[in-house]
């Protein structure tokens, strides 16, 4: 059917009325002023009509479905997940399939774009249509909400939802509408529009569409690693596919340059002149786009400069309390709301996942963001970061899971930016990092940390530096709390001549490692000469710092505590209660050192027989502790055991077995199933159970802590002994001569908090 063409005569004002265009019946009555412009009530639409250009499917194209129903799906995600390759399966699949008579392809970066798109689709489905463009699109728009033949509109890559203001498809029963977008604003929702968030690769996916690029086995070796570092995402497996086949690389040897720290983003996807057919963005540039376009929303300017602080942090998750910061908000000069808004910008522009305490990033997105910074920048960015992990890291640590989440974005700080920390002041976050892992239990773990800690302080600072000394300090008594106790022993007599040398005797570092020198002498079988290190110590913390430093007062809690260990209990509850009277007037009631000193006390009263005074004691503590870190804290859960055990020895056995039951699977939950405690509790039910009669099952609970502990802690910790002797124990009870004479029965582990 052909084109219509319209006439129209133009005549001077006061001569009448034009009637233009094919007309079948017109009647006009009267003198009627101002032009009239008449058009055929029955339009002639030229049917299929199928308008736009469709983006091809990509090489490697994985198929992933669209919603079955009608009406209108809104595809939403980060640039390169793929929403314009899914768009473009359905259309093709619709049109091949026959489901619909009339389909157009929009690009619809701007209400311009979306304009003449429209207008040019109105021609092409009917000749006669008006001019001007607002016609044609009234006319379109009309068409489309009252024709009984199915139709499909896909808006690919709406840049913003204002956009489409007025030019949105009407609802119809016989039409579908898709939206590709980036943007994930609260408009898109409206008006019963179906949003569905479009993801990254599964890895089989993935894997899929590399095979489909490589096909020479030999190529996919390393496949796996190389997808793990693209993050599954769609474009990204693509263009490196495509980069792969075109150099003949093998995934393995890829990922070397992948980890060339010189190489960037660009040079590691194909440029430009190469990308494959409809793919007409690199990486970098989807990404570049969508930055330039959260930049603009308000606050306008403050969404670039956060997205580089986020780019420095953990990918899996960052507490949104580090990017609203007051290291961040004085960098960035604004306010916390503010910030919270620019959050919003890059979470609607989807370069972000924004939940209510957590933002997540993918790798790809921030390592083209670091790469667009200068080395200033950097270092700059990178101290905004440091200064404000530690500025919302707690203390004490009540909630493991977010102390989980702070180490990991230093480490992901760390890796991103590890030179700059040492040189610009900001290496202090990750010495608490090493610190929180310790609190945390994980002994291993902070041990590997602080020896790299060391190994980097000589790197950048040189072998005779204070914070090279402080760092060698750390891993000592890192290597002591993992059991070492003679290694750290050496370690400590070594530092302590190097910070005389360097410092002085008077010097805080160098009292710090005699402090852990007496602990290790004290912990390697020596508690006499522990008491007596600590009673020179105590004496020049005294004359050094005076009497009311903490450093003074801590030594006085280790002086006590060994001359416990030495038998004396009368003057070691004696210099508790003074230590107490002093922490309570120095430190206050609430301060984590006063209460270790209450838990001490309690301790050492009910070893002196007084257990029904040091559970009121024990009680008092644990209100106090559910109070200020609540009840999961690691010091709440050690008060509980300390309650268990000694409730134990009042003849309770099956109440303390009961009770520490119920307490593993709180601690496993909260710490870990490697956290010492955790292993703690685990040999006080196996202890309990032996007591409650049930020898054969406290046998196999000894056996599995001590393979766990030979594991997790070493074969010589002194948990690891402790618990062989035990076991061994417990077997002889069940052997035919008991247990020898030279024996003493086992005890429950020692839980008291000093």
Not at 212 to 221: S, W
Not at 428 to 441: D, I, N, V, Y
Not at 711 to 731: A, S
Request: hydrophobic share 40%; glycine share 8%.
């Amino acid at each position: 059917m052909g084109d219509h063409v319209r006439v129209e005569e133009i005549q001077p004002p006061g001569t009448g009325n034009a009637i233009c265009g094919p007309v079948e019946k017109a009647v006009l009555a009267g003198v009627v002023h101002g032009g009239v412009h008449v058009y055929a009530g029955a339009a002639e639409v030229s049917l299929p009509c199928r308008f736009g250009s469709v983006p091809p499917l990509a090489d490697g194209f994985q198929r992933r479905e669209m919603p079955a129903e009608s009406g209108c799906v809104v595809l939403t995600g980060t640039g390169g997940v793929g929403k314009t390759q899914m768009a473009a399966d359905f259309t093709g699949r619709a049109w091949a399939d026959g489901a619909v008579r009339a389909s157009a392809w929009v690009s619809a970066g701007s209400r311009d774009e979306v304009v003449t798109a429209y207008a040019g689709w109105a021609r092409q489905l009917r000749g006669g249509v008006p001019d001007d463009p607002d016609g044609a699109v009234a006319w379109l728009l009309s068409w489309l909400g009252s024709t009984t033949e199915p139709w499909l509109v896909v808006l690919d890559d709406v840049a913003d939802p204002r956009d489409l203001h007025g030019l949105w498809p009407p609802e119809s029963a016989n039409g579908q509408v898709v939206v590709t977008t980036r943007r994930q604003d609260s408009a898109l929702r409206a008006a019963r529009r179906r949003v569905v968030p479009v993801g990254l690769f599964t890895s089989e996916q993935s894997r899929a569409c590399l095979g489909e690029h490589l096909r020479d086995p030999d190529l996919m070796v390393g496949a796996d690693d190389l997808i793990r570092e693209l993050g599954d995402l769609p474009l990204a497996v693509a263009h490196a596919g495509a980069y792969l086949a075109d150099r003949n690389l093998s995934c393995e040897r890829y990922l070397a340059r992948w980890h060339d720290r010189d190489r960037t983003l660009p040079s590691l996807f194909p440029p430009d002149a190469e990308l494959p057919e409809g793919q007409a963005r690199t990486v970098a540039v989807t990404w570049s786009l969508s930055v330039d376009r959260a930049d603009r929303l308000e606050p306008a300017g403050l969404a670039r400069p956060l997205l580089h602080i986020a780019a420095l942090l953990d990918p899996n998750g960052i507490p949104v309390r580090i990017l609203t910061a007051p290291p961040v908000l004085a960098y960035l000069d604004t306010t916390t709301e503010n910030a919270w808004d620019a959050l919003t910008c890059l979470n609607r522009l989807s370069l972000i996942t924004l939940h209510a305490t957590t933002v997540r990033v993918h790798a790809l997105v921030q390592r083209a963001t670091r790469e667009q910074a200068t080395a200033a920048d950097l270092a700059a960015r990178s101290k905004v970061a440091a200064d404000a992990l530690l500025s919302v890291w707690p203390d004490p640590e009540p909630d493991a899971a977010l102390s989980a989440a702070l180490r990991a974005n230093t480490a992901a700080l760390d890796a991103a930016a590890g030179p700059h920390l040492w040189a610009n002041g900001g290496y202090p976050t990750l010495f608490h990092a090493a610190q929180s892992l310790h609190e945390a239990g994980q002994v291993t773990a902070a041990r590997e940390y602080y020896s790299a800690l060391r190994t980097a302080s000589v790197h950048h600072y040189g072998p005779d530096h204070p914070r090279t000394l402080h760092a060698r300090i750390n891993a000592a008594a890192s290597r002591g709390e993992s059991g070492d106790v003679l290694g750290a022993s050496t370690e400590c007599v070594e530092l302590l001549a190097d910070c005389v040398r360097l410092l002085g005797s008077d010097n805080l570092l160098t009292l710090v490692t005699r402090n852990h020198l007496a602990t290790w002498r004290g912990r390697g079988g020596d508690p006499a000469g522990a008491v007596a290190e600590f009673e020179g110590l105590l004496a020049d913390c005294l004359r050094v710092f005076g009497p009311e430093h903490r450093s003074t007062l801590y030594v006085r809690n280790n002086l006590a505590s060994w001359r416990s260990h030495c038998g004396d209990r009368t003057g070691a509850r004696a210099e508790f209660e003074s230590l107490l009277a002093d922490r309570l007037r120095v430190l206050g009631v609430d301060h984590p050192d006063t209460m270790v000193t209450r838990n001490n006390m309690a301790t050492l009263r009910a070893e002196a027989g007084d257990i029904a005074g040091a559970l009121t004691e024990f009680e008092g503590l644990l209100a106090d502790y559910l109070r200020i870190l609540g009840p999961k804290h690691p010091k709440t859960l050690l008060v509980q055991a300390n309650i268990a055990t000694w409730r134990g020895y009042t003849g309770e056995a099956g109440a303390a077995l009961a009770a520490f039951e119920t307490g593993l699977a709180e601690q496993t939950r909260v710490l870990g199933p490697t956290h010492p405690d955790t292993l703690r509790s685990r040999a006080n039910i196996a202890y309990w159970t032996a007591r409650t009669g049930n020898t054969a099952d406290s046998i196999a609970k000894y056996e599995a802590l001590l393979a766990d502990r030979a594991r997790i802690l070493g074969p010589n910790h002194p948990e690891t002994r402790y618990t062989r002797f035990n076991l061994d124990y417990v077997r002889n009870l069940v052997g035919e001569g008991g247990a020898r004479e030279d024996e003493s029965p086992p005890g429950p582990d020692h839980i008291t908090g000093r």
